[in-house]
């Protein structure tokens, strides 16, 4: 084979790597975006200071322990989260939200930002600081509300 062809071929080899390594990346960055693992701040632009963020289906029924659940939120994570979980913008964020999915932010994460409070990581409202007076139990009731309210919403 006359040397051109070889440089012809090694052309084609090295442009079908690239495109191969840029369709990997893409698809994988998509992929991490879909699971909510992504660590990106969303848009916000267009939410006025102080509005819902998210659009939150209410579910028909909740569950009695998510009935407790509801209780408790609104009394001391509703200031800051939002009625339904839906988010206040400039104060915290939905958890209603493909961030805060069980495959993601498991009940743990619940537990732990009740008492240990939270390191502002996905948004840009600051941290969380720890939720006293509340027991094992009543952080249990609350994730069940949450996890309902994810549900209704195509989230989990
Ligand atoms: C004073 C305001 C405030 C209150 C009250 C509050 N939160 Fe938060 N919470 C925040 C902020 C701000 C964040 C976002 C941190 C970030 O940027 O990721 C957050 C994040 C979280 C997260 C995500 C944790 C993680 O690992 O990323 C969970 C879960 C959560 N809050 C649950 C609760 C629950 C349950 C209550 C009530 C018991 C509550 N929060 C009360 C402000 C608050």
Redesign the pocket.
């Known amino acids: 084979m006359e040397k051109r062809h070889y440089l012809a071929i090694g052309g084609i080899a090295i442009a079908a790597v690239a495109a191969l390594i840029a369709w990997s990346m893409s698809s994988g960055m998509a992929a991490r975006q879909a699971s909510g693992h992504a660590m990106f701040t969303p848009d916000l632009t267009g939410i006025a200071d102080g509005a819902p963020i998210a659009e939150v289906l209410v579910p028909a029924a909740f569950s009695s322990e998510a009935q407790m659940g509801e209780r408790?939120?609104n009394a001391?994570?509703a200031?800051?989260?939002g009625a339904n979980a839906a988010g206040i913008n400039g104060?915290?964020?939905p958890?209603v939200h493909i961030?805060?999915e069980s495959t993601h932010?498991g009940d743990a994460?619940?537990y732990?930002?009740?008492q240990n409070g939270?390191?502002?990581?996905?948004?840009?409202?600051?941290?969380?600081?720890p939720?006293t007076g509340?027991t094992k139990a009543d952080?249990g009731n609350?994730v069940a509300y949450?996890r309902a309210l994810q549900r209704e919403n195509g989230i989990n």
């Open positions: 408790a939120f001391v994570c200031v800051c989260h104060t915290a964020p958890l961030f805060y932010h994460a619940f732990s930002a009740a939270v390191q502002a990581h996905h948004w840009k409202f600051g941290d969380m600081a939720v509340l952080i609350i949450v």
